[in-house]
């Protein structure tokens, strides 16, 4: 069945640094969100991809849509301690949402 | 607009003991969502419902596991008998359009099982 993997797994950041974090489809994609999980709470959604190669920006973050629709990175400049939290993409092909395991992003102040 | 409710919160019983959970999906959302969050795992679908009807249950293990949505609103999941490996947060989530769309999240129920 679709997988959908993404790296790394952890990351540290001192406050002010850049982060990105990547996902990979085993299948291609309709479609792709980003989620957001605050330590102790639920995913809430950030974004969503679905053209090839479509970039889309929301303040300091930067989401990207692979070429194939196989592939897409969320990216953030200089990270605050209020980017805190686990992040999630979640890929649509033939079957319903996929999610991955996710990035913890963790800002050291 | 109020969210997506769910009940209880929290839930701790034994093994081969049953539970059941409660979902409220926001109003006018025809998709609704349970999924199952193990500790450091990303959601994984367990049953997809569109108004009251199953669109995709095939990570549910049914042995164990049941899910209805009577009268298209209000969701219940269920987990009789319970096992170690079911411990996990129940996060249950609606869409509006018919599961294209942002998929908006409940605040989960924590389940420990003893």
């Known amino acids: 069945g679709q997988q959908v993997m993404q790296i790394p797994q952890y990351q540290h950041v001192q406050e002010g640094e850049d982060f990105t974090t990547y996902c990979n489809s085993s299948?291609?994609?309709?479609?792709i969100q980003w989620y957001k999980q605050r330590p102790g709470g639920h995913p809430v959604f950030l974004i969503q991809l679905v053209k090839s190669g479509e970039v889309k920006k929301q303040k300091r973050l930067t989401f990207q849509f692979g070429e194939a629709k196989k592939n897409s990175s969320l990216h953030i400049t200089a990270t605050q301690t209020t980017d805190v939290g686990t992040y999630f993409c979640a890929g649509r092909g033939n079957t319903p949402l996929v999610f991955g395991k996710g990035t913890r992003l963790s800002v050291i102040a | 607009e109020a969210g997506v409710a769910q009940s209880p919160r929290y839930k701790i019983i034994e093994k081969r003991q049953s539970v059941a959970f409660w979902c409220n999906p926001i109003?006018?959302?025809?998709?609704l969502y349970w999924y199952q969050q193990i500790l450091g795992q990303g959601p994984k679908l367990l049953i997809q419902?569109?108004?009251?009807?199953?669109?995709?249950d095939s990570q549910l293990p049914k042995d164990r596991f049941s899910a209805e949505r009577l009268k298209g609103v209000d969701s219940t999941l269920k987990i009789q008998p319970a096992k170690l490996e079911d411990s996990a947060v129940y996060l249950c989530?609606?869409?509006?359009?018919?599961?294209?769309?942002?998929?908006?999240f409940g605040s989960g129920t924590q389940l420990s099982v003893l």
């Open positions: 299948t291609t994609l309709s479609n």
């Open positions: 419902f569109q108004n009251n009807g199953v669109v995709d």
């Open positions: 989530a609606s869409s509006l359009d018919r599961g294209q769309g942002e998929l908006f």
């Open positions: 109003s006018g959302h025809a998709t």
